[in-house]
C-alpha cells in the first residue's frame, strides 16, 4: 500500500527527471495539504529559480510529463505556478479501505530495517531523578516506539552514572553506617539525602575524604569486598530507577542498563588504538584526541581528554568506548544519543573522533538528540518553591493528583477504581505530551493549567477526543469491530479531509523516524482530532439519513480512534475508553 503523499511525491518526481533530467531527480515535490484541492505542489518556485524559468512554465512542464491516472481525477496548475491535486474518489476509498482492514494502520515497514541503538535517560546511581532526567527520558521512549512501529531493530541504552570517583565516597558512607542500616536506607528511596551525607562528609572531613579516595582505588582495583558494596549501591538505585519508569510509562527495564561500569574493561583496549592510529597524543600530562575542525577561543586545537593526568578516565573515554563498542560489536547502522544540548560540542568530538579511527563508517552514522531545559513560570530552571531540584517521582504524585482532580471535574460518575486508573493516564500523559509537542531544541515551561487543559493541543483533549469516539459505539450499541468491514462514502467535504488526514499517519511516523522531532507527531494527532471534531459537528453518525452513510462513518469514527490510540501510545500515553 502506497498512501497519496508517497504516490503523488515519487509520481512528481519522475515527471521532474523526465522534463528536465536525472541532476534534478532529488527536487523536493514540496508536497502539502491545500485548502483548494487535496494537495498543492510547490516545487516549481524553487526548479524555476535554478532553472532560470517562469515557475509557471516549470509547472506546466511538470504537469505535461505526469502520470498520475487512478491516483489523481483533477491536476491544475494555480497563481505563479501551484500545482493543485485532486485524488480519484475511487482511489481515496481504497486506500482508506486498506488502511483500514490491513490493521496496520497505513504504517509501511521500513524498506532497509536497521539495528538502532537509542541511549537516553542516563540517571547517576545513587541519586534520585529529578526533571533533568524527564526530557531524555520522554524523548528517548518516543522515538524507541516510533522506530520499532516502523520495523526496525532497536536497542535501548540507559548509560548509567555508575563508576568513578563518587562512588569512593558513597562506599565509606555505607561502612560507616554499616551494610544492614545502609541497605535499609537506601531501600526507602531517599536516594539524594544518602549521598547528601556522604558528600557533607567528605567536603568537611579529611579523613573521610582521604579514605574515599582510597576506596575509588581498591573498586578501580578490583577489590572484592569494594566490589560487593558497589553492586549493592548499584542495586538499590537500579530498582528505584525501575519503579519510577513504571510510573512514568516508559519501556526502559533493567535489562537496557549499559552504565560507565560496562564499559571500564574496554578503555585500555580503546587508548590503546587510538595511539596506534596516531590520534592519541601526550598533550600537559594527559593523553588526547584533537578531533579535525575543534577549536578553543584562540584558535588552538581543541583537546578531547582521553587519560587525565593521574592515569584516570573521563567521560569522553567512555563514549568513545561506548560508540566503539555499538558498531564494531553490537553492528549497529544508526545510533541515537537523547541528551541536553549542552553536550552538543562534547558528542560532536566524540562522533568525529569515532570516524577518524575508522569505527564510524558509512552507512552508519551517530545522531545528537539534543533538547532544551524545563523552565518554571519564571523562565528559570525549574525547582521547588524552596529552591531545590524537582523530583521525578514528586512530579508524578502531583501529576496524579491533578489529574484525579480533572477527572472528578469532568466525570463525577466513575467509580474510585476507573477514576483512579484515568487520573494516572490523564495526568502523566499530559507531563509527557507538554515536553514532546513542543519542539524538542527549545525550553519550554512547565505550566500545569496549559498542560492539562481539555482544550488546545494537550494530551487530555486528545484523550477526551478517542474517549468521544469510543462513547459514539456505546451509545449506538455497536461494537467497534463490526464497523472495520464496512465500505467508506466520502460524499461530505468533512468526511473527505478527514479520510486524507487519517492516511497521513504513515507519512507522519516516517517524518518523525527521519528527523527525530516527537513534536511532528504530536501535531498530526491535534490536526487529526480537530478534524474529527469539524466532522462529528457536521455529520451526523448515529441518526446518518442511510445504513450506507451509517456504516462508512462510524467506520471512520473507528479508525479515527485507532490511529488517535496508536498515535499516543507511541508517545508513551494511554488512551482511556471513558474519560
Not at 526507602?188 to 579529611?206: E, H, I, N, S, T
Not at 577549536?295 to 578531547?304: F, S
Not at 512530579?395 to 484525579?404: F, I, S, T
Not at 450499541?477 to 462514502?489: D, I, L, Q, Y
Amino acid at each position: 500500500m502506497a498512501d497519496p503523499v508517497h504516490a503523488l511525491s515519487r509520481a512528481l518526481q519522475a515527471a521532474i527527471t523526465a522534463a528536465f533530467g536525472a541532476e534534478h531527480a532529488a527536487t523536493d515535490p514540496s508536497l502539502r495539504r491545500s485548502s483548494h484541492a487535496d494537495y498543492q505542489a510547490n516545487a516549481a518556485m524553487a526548479l524555476g529559480k535554478r532553472l532560470g524559468k517562469p515557475p509557471r512554465e516549470v509547472a506546466a512542464a511538470i504537469v505535461a510529463h505526469l502520470e498520475v491516472g487512478g491516483i489523481c481525477r483533477k491536476v491544475e496548475i494555480a497563481g505563479p505556478g501551484f500545482v493543485n491535486l485532486t485524488l480519484d474518489d475511487a482511489y481515496l476509498v481504497g486506500e482508506l479501505a486498506e488502511t483500514a482492514g490491513s490493521g496496520q494502520l497505513g504504517i509501511a515497514p521500513a524498506a532497509q530495517p536497521e539495528t538502532v541503538i537509542v541511549d537516553y535517560s542516563g540517571p547517576n546511581a545513587a541519586k534520585e531523578m529529578h526533571v533533568g532526567h524527564l526530557r531524555s527520558t520522554i524523548i528517548g521512549d518516543a522515538l524507541a516506539r516510533v522506530l520499532e512501529a516502523l520495523g526496525h531493530r532497536v536497542i535501548r541504552q540507559n548509560h548509567l552514572g555508575d563508576w568513578g570517583t563518587p562512588f569512593g565516597m558513597l562506599i565509606e558512607h555505607m561502612l560507616d553506617l554499616g551494610e544492614a542500616a545502609a541497605s535499609e536506607e537506601l531501600s526507602v528511596g531517599d536516594l539524594d539525602a544518602f549521598y547528601r551525607q556522604a558528600r557533607a562528609k567528605f567536603d568537611g572531613d579529611p579523613a573521610f575524604a582521604e579514605r574515599s579516595r582510597r576506596r575509588v582505588v581498591r573498586l578501580q582495583g578490583g577489590d572484592e569486598q569494594t566490589l560487593a558494596l558497589w553492586r549493592q549501591l548499584v542495586r538499590e538505585s537500579t530498582r528505584y530507577f525501575e519503579s519510577v519508569y513504571r510510573r512514568l510509562g516508559v519501556t526502559l527495564t533493567a535489562a537496557d542498563f549499559a552504565g560507565e561500569s560496562f564499559y571500564n574493561p574496554m578503555l585500555a583496549d580503546v587508548i590503546a588504538e587510538l595511539t596506534a592510529k596516531g590520534l592519541a597524543r601526550e598533550s600537559e600530562g594527559a593523553l588526547c584526541v584533537f578531533p579535525a575542525g575543534f577549536t578553543g577561543k584562540g584558535g588552538e586545537p581543541l583537546p578531547l581528554i582521553v587519560r587525565k593526568q593521574d592515569g584516570g578516565y573521563g567521560y569522553p573515554t567512555t563514549d568513545l568506548a561506548a560508540i566503539r563498542h555499538r558498531l564494531t560489536t553490537v553492528g549497529a547502522q544508526r545510533l541515537i544519543y537523547v541528551v541536553g544540548a549542552p553536550q552538543s560540542q562534547h558528542f560532536a568530538m566524540v562522533f568525529t573522533t569515532a570516524r577518524e579511527a575508522g569505527w564510524l563508517a558509512p552507512p552508519a552514522r551517530a545522531e545528537h538528540v539534543a533538547f532544551g531545559s524545563v523552565l518554571g513560570a519564571d523562565k528559570k530552571m525549574f525547582k521547588t518553591r524552596s529552591g531545590d531540584t524537582v523530583k521525578l517521582s514528586d512530579l508524578l504524585d502531583e501529576a496524579v493528583e491533578r489529574g484525579l482532580k480533572k477527572v472528578r471535574e469532568k466525570s463525577p460518575d466513575l467509580d474510585a477504581e476507573a477514576a483512579g486508573a484515568v487520573a494516572r493516564a490523564v495526568g502523566v500523559g499530559a507531563v509527557k505530551y507538554a515536553d514532546l509537542s513542543s519542539d524538542r531544541i527549545k525550553d519550554y515551561v512547565f505550566d500545569w493549567d496549559r498542560m492539562l487543559a481539555l482544550e488546545g493541543n494537550t494530551a487530555p483533549y486528545l484523550m477526551y477526543a478517542h474517549a468521544r469516539v469510543r462513547s459514539i459505539f456505546r451509545k449506538g450499541g455497536v461494537a467497534s469491530e463490526s464497523a472495520r468491514g464496512a465500505g467508506f462514502t466520502l460524499a461530505e467535504p468533512v468526511e473527505r479531509a478527514l479520510a486524507l488526514e487519517l492516511l497521513r499517519f504513515g507519512a507522519v511516523l516516517e517524518d518523525v523516524a527521519a528527523t527525530l522531532e516527537p513534536h511532528r507527531l504530536c501535531g498530526y494527532l491535534y490536526e487529526l482530532a480537530g478534524s474529527f471534531t469539524t466532522f462529528y459537528e457536521r455529520c451526523p453518525v448515529l441518526k446518518a439519513e442511510s445504513d450506507e452513510v451509517r456504516r462508512s462513518r462510524l467506520a471512520l469514527c473507528d479508525l479515527t480512534a485507532e490511529v488517535l490510540a496508536k498515535g499516543l501510545g507511541l508517545l508513551g500515553i494511554e488512551a482511556p475508553e471513558r474519560m
